[in-house]
């Protein structure tokens, strides 16, 4: 793929923390690591991880391809011999033009290659800088269609849903494969390359020492021709239909994640790779929990003879009703936590559970329940208790 005009401004090795030496294996190594330590789906709203996936991901994208990093290589090593510094006339970067310049350069004709050769890829300026100048060269990769468009859509989960996981069906309408043609866009299957392009997908027009390029008219920049279209799809590959996905929402997900189905998205066009489904998650709250993390957090109300005799109270959780002992003298508002009852993690452990108590006062009680009140609150007072001892606004 020819060369972008971003790449003067981006170090790819230095993205991936390695050296411009690094070997296929190392950079797909480094790739690995960083991808998953920054993957959106391990830091929901981490807006800095984000940016690095997207960093870590354009850098595979360009040294994982051997040609792509050639290119790279290449345009970096005559980037730093000074060979687009100093004034310009016009081109990105400041690209020399002047006569003395390339008269005096005694490897022209090697770097500047068959200019006016009218092949795509013929490994001059062409190839190296195609994609900067919008001009030929690696043209028929750039413009052979590479897969199918990616696809957007949102749902709604209850609390509970969102942190066991589940799946959930999702219906979209866009480009599927054509199951006529079973995506190809050729009634019999067959294609033959474009003689107008020479499999490229591009034309190049001669302007100067520079290549302008545009797709071919008569393959539509694919590179290839169909002779006999498929009736159904009119030799595209696709056709728009409705679909329905059951999406698979993983234990822990949280409001605003996005979960990320690949190949799931709109087929590509004659045969080319499905773009990928991305379903933005959005997390009902519930009446009874609250989440912290993987801690799954419950309010319990209890009684005051609860709290200062100690008892036990049954609590629900995301799976069933567990037993909570209250120890004699808990003051109103402790939290007691239970292991291992809170939302799932990845690793198949959970978070924990966190009960708080909170003391519910009666509004109305009966004769004797009065009676035995008064009582009890003689006796408090009797014993010396004095609930303010020891607070600041008790002076």
């Not at 790739?31 to 993957?39: G, Q, S």
């Not at 490897?107 to 490994?123: H, K, L, T």
Request: hydrophobic content about 30%; aromatic content about 6%.
């Amino acid at each position: 793929m020819a060369m972008q005009q971003e790449w003067a401004g981006k170090d790819y090795y230095g993205d991936l923390g390695v050296s411009s030496s690094a070997s296929a294996a190392d950079i797909k190594k480094a790739y690995r690591k960083l991808a998953r330590e920054n993957h959106p789906d391990s830091h929901p709203g981490d807006k800095a991880a984000e940016e690095k996936f997207k960093r870590v991901a354009e850098a595979y994208d360009v040294l994982g391809d051997e040609a792509r990093r050639k290119e790279y290589d290449q345009f970096k090593s005559m980037m730093g011999a000074g060979r687009f510094g100093g004034g310009g006339t016009g081109f990105p970067g400041g690209f020399r033009t002047t006569q003395t310049d390339f008269s005096d350069y005694s490897g022209f004709s090697d770097i500047f290659g068959n200019a006016g050769a009218g092949q795509a890829g013929d490994g001059g300026i062409g190839d190296l800088f195609g994609g900067l100048f919008n001009r030929g060269g690696g043209a028929g990769r750039n413009a052979r269609p590479s897969r199918g468009a990616d696809v957007e859509t949102e749902i709604t989960l209850d609390f509970r849903e969102a942190a066991k996981g589940t799946t959930f069906p999702v219906e979209l309408t866009g480009d599927a494969p054509c199951t006529t043609c079973h995506g190809s866009g050729s009634k019999d299957g067959k294609t033959h390359r474009c003689s107008h392009c020479s499999g490229s997908g591009y034309i190049r027009e001669n302007n100067g020492a520079f290549g302008m390029a545009r797709p071919c008219p008569e393959c539509q920049g694919t590179g290839e021709i169909i002779e006999d279209p498929c009736p159904t799809c009119r030799g595209t590959g696709t056709v728009r239909r409705a679909r329905t996905i059951t999406v698979r929402i993983p234990a822990g997900v949280v409001d605003g994640q996005k979960v990320r189905l690949a190949g799931q998205g709109e087929a590509g066009p004659n045969g080319t790779p499905a773009g990928d489904l991305f379903v933005s998650v959005h997390v009902r709250d519930d009446k009874v929990f609250t989440r912290s993390g993987d801690d799954l957090e419950v309010t319990v109300p209890v009684s005051f003879g609860e709290l200062a005799l100690g008892g036990t109270v049954t609590v629900p959780t995301l799976e069933k009703r567990v037993r909570v002992k209250i120890p004699a003298g808990t003051p109103n508002g402790r939290t007691l936590r239970v292991k291992g009852r809170g939302v799932p993690k990845k690793s198949g452990k959970a978070g924990d559970l966190l009960v708080t108590v909170e003391v519910k006062v009666p509004d109305d009680l009966d004769a004797a329940a009065t009676s035995a009140l008064r009582a009890y609150h003689q006796a408090e007072r009797d014993s010396g208790f004095d609930p303010r001892a020891g607070w600041a606004g008790a002076q």
